[in-house]
């Protein structure tokens, strides 16, 4: 009996020590799975990124990163201090790239390739890197939640983080390298940290005194605690100088509960010492990576250690404040509004005495928390506002946090609840609601910073569900609470976890809008349309003249070397130069092309690229650059992308706009105006300044003149709140045909409410040609690789009236990006009969097809004219990359012709031609001799074979593309013939073509592109 009894009790025991080693430990395999989970979810697209060998990454500034990254590898632990191979002709240094985060990668990758990683092994650790730090952001917030809400408030506050399907996750993708997704990773653990060192302070009760008999023992937990809330703080900004604004959410965090405590009653020293200790630490350590003696938000300035250290010395002021308070025996409730009032006299002082400082903090403060962004700010994706306007709150949180935000809400409206009704004034309860305040308004600021606001919405559902338990009786231990498990309880805690349900873990429709749950978003990661400049970017590496060698010089720039700021304004070497692009492609140019651009995602020279861009003559476009650097500091070439010279399609995919708002002379209503086609639906009427702008004739028509035709939009006027609106007609045709030029121009005049042109390649009046830019490359890919873009044009293509006008509507190729090289140009010196026009025509041949470069002038009464050609005809062997020139890959296929108007006679239609070669050291001189040609031969053409060319007063090649992209049996594609001929016939009126006519265009279109998609 006894040994029965001994064994039910041996058993009894091993049960019960199971029970509590699962008691002790149960979290730990539950957050091993969702560690996991969420990097899986990461990493799982990972082969998206690779392709042939390289490696890609998402958006702009993780390219940057990879070159922060492999200089730290070729200089470990060193990040670069100055960077001459961006923003020409100045260079920069910046303080957010070659940080902690860019050293952390490089230490991987060292360790990775056991200390000498190839370039293969620095970009593929760099792109997990995101991945790796996305999911280890669940530590920090299980520890927080933890504290918050128990062990089981800690998981469901880190079950809700693994769920998320928004900014966080994107941020935290595979080859999205940027530095945001450890910016959370870092912060969160320094308020971790605080969290912690506020709590021991509350518990020790460290004063003044303890310092004064040097109890090393009292102070000790104290002081190492806040000490490493200092370190941690420290780090966080090390990763990310911006991060400041932490700084001063401890700052309020610490004002507010100091005053709180001492009206309390509640001695301030015990929470001064965390302040002093914690941020005279953070502030130490920041000037150790102090780069620049100026006031900086975004560099490693004085700002960086000034803030923490004012902070530090005015948390012991306020508690040498009370003690005085005291000892003068005045209304402890007095207190607060005296350190409000020297706050005030304090902000005050810093205006008067140090206004670029004042000015500085104040348009940050605004930038990151303000609730609102400028102009320019909105011009940058991840910079808007996350909600919109005309957006409901519910359309843009449900997709990001599902209900999560708003159960968020109800937590810490419980917690402040809890404040008055419980007695509960833990200080780390109130650093969590100062935190979680300032990132909900730097969320609602920028739309990028809801990667921040994910782990206060997730600690703030730990507390929610930790206070739920305790609720509903499952305050004690785990085993207890499931032994003495009741149903009203089940239910509560089913009742919970189920709000996790709608938009975490199954999608929900929001709206017009569909949610994602993590795993979809994590399946659809994939590369920047960096993948699509990369063709073009490696033939700039191997086919322009190294940065110090154009033209010839003998000057060189170490891709990876070691720098020195200076003055700002670095001195390049003779035969370096810029390549003008939008600043978004910036870090693509310099990483992927091995060039200098002028333009960066930082907006270093933005304006000055806006300046560029929509310049509407080509003199105004040079002195843009001329004003950028000396006369050995030029910028060279032109990229120019189909993006850049969009209008209308997803925003992301229409960036024409942008450069308006950083250029003061322009404004959207410049170039564009719109018809409404129905309900939410518009067409995009262009303006001859949009067609004149540099980057529409570069990208569009090659440089090449471009004559008007008789194309007319016609419109109705309606009125509707006082404003006019222009709206398509109901059954007729948008776009009409005239016979002639002359008609078309009448019919606009005597309407009253038609224009001229204004779609497509369709301008207004006639574009002049360039005489300085030349194609030199296009890319192998189209732009029709982007399926918004290939219907955006299938509804513009549908709008033209027939087959002529769908065939011109591409004048030139419209592959994805394209090369232009800024030349002399070749001086032509000629003679033709007196006052008349003679019109150069050369036909080019591209990677993607054939067009027509044109170019006017008109001759005097002597009879004389002269031109400047930027393209060549012969002699591209001997000017190559090793004379410090350029291996074209747009090259003529003939001399160029020179020719009169045609006039008709009695046999015919006559004019007179030339021809003549221009040569590739003329036009980019190195030879300074002029072409002379004599426009003097005599040409008939019969009038059986006339036609009525004579419509634009030019002869020869038509004016647009073909070759392997070109059009087939006369249907419309990507580039088609964008002939600017007119046919004659009986038509006196307009005419549109049908709509069963219209259809069968549009589907043989389509199935061109199709076809010409096949890269």
Same mark, same amino acid.
């Given at each position: 009996?006894?040994?029965?009894?001994?064994?039910?009790?041996?058993?009894?025991?091993?049960?019960?020590?199971?029970?509590?080693?699962?008691?002790?430990?149960?979290?730990?395999?539950?957050?091993?799975?969702?560690?996991?989970?969420?990097?899986?979810?990461?990493?799982?697209?990972?082969?998206?990124?690779?392709?042939?060998?390289?490696?890609?990454?998402?958006?702009?500034?993780?390219?940057?990163?990879?070159?922060?990254?492999? *200089?730290?590898?070729?200089?470990?632990?060193?990040?670069?201090?100055?960077?001459?191979?961006?923003?020409?002709?100045?260079?920069?240094?910046?303080?957010?790239?070659?940080?902690?985060?860019?050293?952390?990668?490089?230490?991987?990758?060292?360790?990775?390739?056991?200390?000498?990683?190839?370039?293969?092994?620095?970009?593929?650790?760099?792109?997990?890197?995101?991945?790796?730090?996305?999911?280890?952001?669940?530590?920090?917030? *299980?520890?927080?939640?933890?504290?918050?809400?128990?062990?089981?408030?800690?998981?469901?506050?880190?079950?809700?983080?693994?769920?998320?399907?928004?900014?966080?996750?994107?941020?935290?993708?595979?080859?999205?390298?940027?530095?945001?997704?450890?910016?959370?990773?870092?912060?969160?653990?320094?308020?971790?940290?605080?969290?912690?060192?506020?709590?021991?302070?509350?518990?020790?009760?460290?004063?003044?005194?303890?310092?004064?008999?040097?109890?090393?023992?009292?102070?000790?937990?104290?002081?190492?605690?806040?000490?490493?809330?200092?370190?941690?703080?420290?780090?966080?900004?090390?990763?990310?100088?911006?991060?400041?604004?932490?700084? +001063?959410?401890?700052?309020?965090?610490?004002?507010?509960?100091?005053?709180?405590?001492?009206?309390?009653?509640?001695?301030?020293?015990?929470?001064?010492?965390?302040?002093?200790?914690?941020?005279?630490?953070?502030?130490?350590?920041?000037?150790?990576?102090? /780069?620049?003696?100026?006031?900086?938000?975004?560099?490693?300035?004085?700002?960086?250690?000034?803030?923490?250290?004012?902070?530090?010395?005015?948390?012991?002021?306020?508690?040498?404040?009370?003690?005085?308070?005291?000892?003068?025996?005045?209304?402890?409730?007095?207190?607060?509004?005296?350190?409000?009032?020297?706050?005030?006299?304090?902000?005050?002082?810093?205006?008067?005495?140090?206004?670029?400082?004042?000015?500085?903090?104040?348009?940050?403060?605004?930038?990151?928390?303000?609730?609102?962004?400028?102009?320019?700010?909105?011009?940058?994706?991840?910079?808007?506002?996350?909600?919109?306007?005309?957006?409901?709150?519910?359309?843009?949180?449900?997709?990001?946090?599902?209900?999560?935000?708003?159960?968020?809400?109800?937590?810490?409206?419980?917690?402040?609840?809890?404040?008055?009704?419980?007695?509960?004034?833990?200080?780390?309860?109130?650093?969590?609601?100062?935190?979680?305040?300032?990132?909900?308004?730097?969320?609602?600021?920028?739309?990028?910073?809801?990667?921040?606001?994910?782990?206060?919405?997730?600690?703030?559902?730990?507390?929610?569900?930790?206070?739920?338990?305790?609720?509903?009786?499952?305050?004690?231990?785990?085993?207890?609470?499931?032994?003495?498990?009741?149903?009203?309880?089940?239910?509560?805690?089913?009742?919970?976890?189920?709000?996790?349900?709608?938009?975490?873990?199954?999608?929900?429709?929001?709206?017009?809008?569909?949610?994602?749950?993590?795993?979809?978003? +994590?399946?659809?990661?994939?590369?920047?349309?960096?993948?699509?400049?990369?063709?073009?970017?490696?033939?700039?590496?191997?086919?322009?003249?190294?940065?110090?060698?154009?033209?010839?010089?003998?000057?060189?720039?170490?891709?990876?070397?070691?720098?020195?700021?200076?003055?700002?304004?670095?001195?390049?070497?003779? +035969?370096?130069?810029?390549?003008?692009?939008?600043?978004?492609?910036?870090?693509?140019?310099?990483?992927?092309?091995?060039?200098?651009?002028?333009?960066?995602?930082?907006?270093?020279?933005?304006?000055?690229?806006?300046?560029?861009?929509?310049?509407?003559?080509?003199?105004?476009?040079?002195?843009?650059?001329?004003?950028?650097?000396?006369?050995?500091?030029?910028?060279?070439?032109?990229?120019?992308?189909?993006?850049?010279?969009?209008?209308?399609?997803?925003? /992301?995919?229409?960036?024409?706009?942008?450069?308006?708002?950083?250029?003061?002379?322009?404004?959207?209503?410049?170039?564009?105006?719109?018809?409404?086609?129905?309900?939410?639906?518009?067409?995009?009427?262009?303006?001859?300044?949009?067609?004149?702008?540099?980057?529409?004739?570069?990208?569009?028509?090659?440089?090449?003149?471009?004559?008007?035709?008789?194309?007319?939009?016609?419109?109705?006027?309606?009125?509707?709140?006082?404003?006019?609106?222009?709206?398509?007609?109901?059954?007729?045709?948008?776009?009409?045909?005239?016979?002639?030029?002359?008609?078309?121009?009448?019919?606009?005049?005597?309407?009253?409410?038609?224009?001229?042109?204004?779609?497509?390649?369709?301008?207004?009046?006639?574009?002049?040609?360039?005489?300085?830019?030349?194609?030199?490359?296009?890319?192998?890919?189209?732009?029709?690789?982007?399926?918004?873009?290939?219907?955006?044009?299938?509804?513009?293509?549908?709008?033209?009236?027939?087959?002529?006008?769908?065939?011109?509507?591409?004048?030139?190729?419209?592959?994805?990006?394209?090369?232009?090289?800024?030349?002399?140009?070749?001086?032509?010196?000629?003679?033709?009969?007196?006052?008349?026009?003679?019109?150069?025509?050369?036909?080019?041949?591209?990677?993607?097809?054939?067009?027509? !470069?044109?170019?006017?002038?008109?001759?005097?009464?002597?009879?004389?004219?002269?031109?400047?050609?930027?393209?060549?005809?012969?002699? !591209?062997?001997?000017?190559?990359?090793?004379?410090?020139?350029?291996?074209?890959?747009?090259?003529?296929?003939?001399?160029?012709?020179?020719?009169?108007?045609?006039?008709?006679?009695?046999?015919?239609?006559?004019?007179?031609?030339?021809?003549?070669?221009?040569?590739?050291?003329?036009?980019?001189?190195?030879?300074?001799?002029?072409?002379?040609?004599?426009?003097?031969?005599?040409?008939?053409?019969?009038?059986?074979?006339?036609?009525?060319?004579?419509?634009?007063?030019?002869?020869?090649?038509?004016?647009?593309?073909?070759?392997?992209?070109?059009?087939?049996?006369?249907?419309?594609?990507?580039?088609?013939?964008?002939?600017?001929?007119?046919?004659?016939?009986?038509?006196?009126?307009?005419?549109?073509?049908?709509?069963?006519?219209?259809?069968?265009?549009?589907?043989?279109?389509?199935?061109?592109?199709?076809?010409?998609?096949?890269?």
């Amino acid at each position: 009996m006894s040994q029965g009894t001994e064994r039910v009790e041996d058993s009894s025991n091993l049960t019960d020590s199971i029970l509590d080693y699962a008691e002790k430990w149960y979290h730990v395999p539950v957050l091993t799975v969702l560690l996991g989970f969420m990097l899986w979810v990461r990493a799982q697209s990972y082969e998206n990124f690779t392709r042939g060998g390289e490696v890609f990454f998402s958006g702009n500034d993780a390219y940057y990163h990879l070159r922060q990254v492999q *200089y730290t590898v070729n200089n470990w632990p060193q990040t670069m201090p100055f960077d001459p191979w961006t923003n020409f002709p100045y260079g920069t240094s910046v303080g957010q790239f070659g940080t902690l985060y860019d050293q952390l990668v490089a230490t991987a990758a060292l360790v990775v390739g056991l200390g000498s990683p190839s370039d293969q092994t620095v970009a593929m650790t760099l792109l997990f890197a995101p991945a790796v730090f996305g999911a280890l952001v669940l530590i920090p917030t *299980y520890l927080i939640g933890k504290r918050l809400g128990g062990r089981l408030g800690g998981l469901f506050g880190a079950l809700v983080l693994a769920l998320l399907p928004g900014v966080f996750l994107r941020r935290g993708l595979v080859g999205f390298a940027d530095h945001n997704v450890v910016e959370p990773f870092f912060q969160a653990f320094a308020v971790l940290a605080m969290m912690v060192a506020v709590s021991v302070a509350e518990r020790e009760r460290p004063v003044y005194e303890l310092v004064e008999d040097r109890d090393v023992a009292a102070l000790r937990e104290p002081v190492g605690f806040a000490a490493l809330a200092g370190v941690a703080t420290a780090l966080y900004l090390w990763t990310w100088p911006p991060g400041i604004l932490l700084v +001063g959410i401890f700052g309020v965090f610490f004002t507010l509960k100091l005053s709180a405590d001492y009206v309390r009653g509640v001695s301030p020293d015990h929470l001064a010492f965390v302040a002093t200790t914690s941020m005279g630490v953070t502030g130490l350590l920041l000037l150790v990576p102090l /780069g620049t003696l100026s006031f900086s938000a975004t560099k490693f300035s004085l700002l960086q250690p000034l803030l923490p250290f004012a902070i530090a010395v005015g948390a012991a002021f306020m508690a040498w404040l009370a003690r005085e308070w005291d000892a003068r025996n005045l209304s402890p409730s007095l207190y607060p509004a005296a350190i409000f009032g020297l706050l005030v006299v304090g902000t005050l002082l810093v205006y008067l005495l140090f206004p670029n400082l004042f000015n500085l903090i104040r348009s940050n403060l605004v930038r990151f928390i303000g609730f609102g962004a400028g102009a320019a700010q909105r011009t940058i994706g991840e910079a808007k506002p996350f909600l919109q306007q005309g957006q409901s709150l519910a359309s843009v949180v449900i997709p990001e946090y599902g209900l999560m935000f708003f159960t968020a809400i109800v937590g810490a409206l419980v917690m402040v609840w809890r404040s008055f009704a419980a007695d509960e004034h833990e200080a780390e309860k109130l650093l969590v609601l100062v935190w979680a305040a300032f990132i909900t308004a730097a969320a609602f600021t920028q739309v990028r910073f809801n990667y921040y606001l994910a782990v206060p919405v997730a600690v703030l559902n730990a507390y929610l569900f930790g206070w739920v338990l305790g609720f509903v009786g499952f305050a004690g231990t785990t085993s207890e609470a499931i032994r003495d498990v009741e149903a009203y309880q089940i239910i509560a805690v089913f009742f919970v976890v189920l709000l996790i349900v709608p938009g975490l873990v199954m999608p929900v429709t929001v709206g017009n809008s569909q949610t994602y749950t993590a795993n979809q978003m +994590g399946k659809s990661a994939n590369p920047s349309a960096a993948v699509q400049w990369d063709g073009t970017l490696e033939w700039m590496q191997g086919n322009t003249p190294q940065e110090g060698q154009y033209g010839g010089a003998n000057g060189s720039m170490d891709y990876y070397g070691t720098y020195k700021e200076g003055d700002g304004d670095f001195d390049y070497p003779k +035969g370096a130069y810029g390549v003008m692009s939008w600043w978004d492609y910036g870090h693509w140019i310099t990483v992927e092309g091995e060039r200098i651009p002028n333009a960066n995602p930082f907006q270093e020279n933005a304006k000055t690229a806006a300046n560029y861009l929509l310049a509407t003559n080509e003199s105004q476009a040079n002195d843009v650059l001329q004003r950028l650097g000396s006369d050995g500091e030029q910028t060279r070439y032109v990229m120019v992308d189909w993006k850049m010279v969009n209008t209308k399609g997803r925003s /992301g995919n229409v960036k024409f706009f942008a450069p308006t708002v950083f250029n003061d002379n322009a404004s959207q209503g410049q170039f564009v105006d719109y018809v409404i086609q129905g309900q939410g639906q518009y067409t995009v009427l262009h303006k001859q300044d949009y067609y004149e702008s540099m980057m529409v004739r570069l990208y569009k028509f090659h440089g090449s003149a471009v004559e008007p035709e008789p194309l007319v939009v016609d419109y109705e006027l309606q009125q509707a709140n006082g404003r006019t609106y222009k709206v398509a007609p109901e059954n007729e045709s948008l776009v009409k045909r005239f016979d002639t030029m002359q008609q078309a121009r009448q019919y606009v005049q005597e309407d009253g409410s038609a224009r001229l042109g204004g779609i497509g390649a369709y301008p207004n009046e006639r574009v002049p040609a360039l005489e300085h830019y030349r194609v030199v490359k296009v890319s192998d890919t189209s732009s029709t690789r982007s399926p918004t873009h290939l219907r955006t044009l299938q509804q513009q293509l549908g709008m033209l009236p027939d087959r002529q006008a769908q065939q011109g509507f591409f004048k030139t190729s419209p592959t994805w990006v394209k090369a232009f090289e800024r030349v002399p140009g070749a001086e032509v010196q000629g003679t033709a009969p007196a006052n008349t026009t003679v019109t150069a025509s050369v036909q080019v041949k591209t990677d993607r097809g054939t067009f027509t !470069y044109r170019q006017q002038a008109q001759t005097g009464q002597d009879g004389q004219f002269t031109m400047t050609l930027p393209y060549s005809t012969t002699g !591209y062997q001997q000017w190559g990359t090793e004379k410090g020139y350029t291996n074209v890959s747009a090259r003529a296929v003939g001399p160029y012709e020179f020719s009169t108007p045609q006039k008709q006679g009695e046999n015919g239609f006559t004019f007179k031609n030339a021809t003549a070669h221009v040569s590739e050291g003329q036009v980019i001189g190195e030879n300074d001799t002029a072409v002379t040609v004599s426009v003097d031969n005599q040409q008939t053409i019969p009038v059986e074979g006339a036609n009525n060319s004579t419509a634009n007063g030019t002869t020869g090649p038509a004016n647009g593309t073909s070759g392997d992209d070109g059009a087939t049996n006369g249907t419309a594609n990507e580039s088609g013939d964008g002939s600017n001929e007119t046919t004659t016939g009986d038509r006196d009126s307009p005419q549109g073509a049908n709509t069963a006519t219209r259809a069968s265009l549009v589907g043989a279109f389509a199935a061109a592109l199709l076809v010409a998609r096949r890269d």
